[in-house]
Structure formats: structure tokens, C-alpha cells
């Protein structure tokens, strides 16, 4: 027989929801690059590109947090 899931706590919940919010974050700071790459000046694209890495980089830790298998560490209640 499979054990059930996990029961994931409210802040794993709340970090998933920031996991999509970096992924839009990633997603705004390329397209902004790579619409106006010819425009801009290399502080701005060099921004936006440390932007895009720290928005991705965020996400994965989030998203690792967000699906980890915790234990109960709750006591007992008599």
C-alpha cells in the first residue's frame, strides 16, 4: 500500500505561489531584454539580465522548498 502525501504547511503553500511569481519575473525581465536588446544601454541589459538570473535562481530554491516530503514534528496531544 502507498503511503499518503504529506500534508504541506501554509508557508510551502505560500512559496509555490512565489515560485510563479519568479517565473513571471524571469519571464518579464527577457522579454524586456530581448524586445528592446538594441535600445538599451549595457548597465540597463546587464541589469536585466542579473534580474532574470536572480528571479530564476529564487524560484528553484522556493520550488525545492515548496515540494519537500517534511515529518510531522508536532507533540502528541494527550
Not at 7 to 16: A, D, E, G, N, P
Not at 32 to 37: A, C, P
Not at 47 to 72: E, K, Q, R, T, Y
Request: with cysteine.
Amino acid at each position: 500500500m502507498m503511503p499518503s502525501p504529506a500534508k504541506k504547511h501554509i508557508l510551502q503553500k505560500v512559496s509555490r505561489v512565489f515560485v510563479y511569481l519568479c517565473a513571471l519575473g524571469v519571464l518579464v525581465c527577457m522579454g524586456w531584454l530581448l524586445m528592446y536588446r538594441e535600445t538599451l544601454d549595457t548597465v540597463y541589459r546587464a541589469s536585466l539580465g542579473a534580474s532574470a538570473f536572480f528571479f530564476f535562481s529564487v524560484g528553484i530554491v522556493l520550488h525545492v522548498m515548496a515540494s519537500a516530503n517534511l515529518p510531522d514534528l508536532s507533540t502528541p496531544k494527550k
